[in-house]
């Protein structure tokens, strides 16, 4: 297993300009980490997975890829 993190929406308590939550989990692989996810948190909109443990790597990443 390798460590995961999962950025995620719940667009009915954040604004647009909301940073995304985070959620840091071991995974087989991204869809794992994703499953992993949805089982904790139902109402989660997952925008990014980024495999790593460092949460600014995840985010820099995630906005990087946004620009």
């Known amino acids: ?3 995961y993190i999962v950025l995620y929406r719940i ?5 647009p300009l ?3 939550f985070s959620f840091a ?3 087989e692989n ?3 980490a994703e499953e992993q996810l949805v ?4 109402d989660a909109d ?3 997975v980024y495999k790593g443990d460092a949460l600014q790597d ?3 990443d995630y906005y990087s890829f946004n620009e």
Do not use: G, Q
């Open 11 to 15: 667009e009915s308590i954040m604004t």
């Open 1 to 3: 297993m390798e460590s």
């Open 39 to 42: 089982n904790a948190n139902p």
């Open 25 to 27: 989990c071991m995974a």
């Open 18 to 20: 909301d940073s995304p």
């Open 46 to 48: 997952i925008v990014w």
């Open 30 to 32: 991204v869809d794992h």
């Open 58 to 60: 995840a985010l820099d």
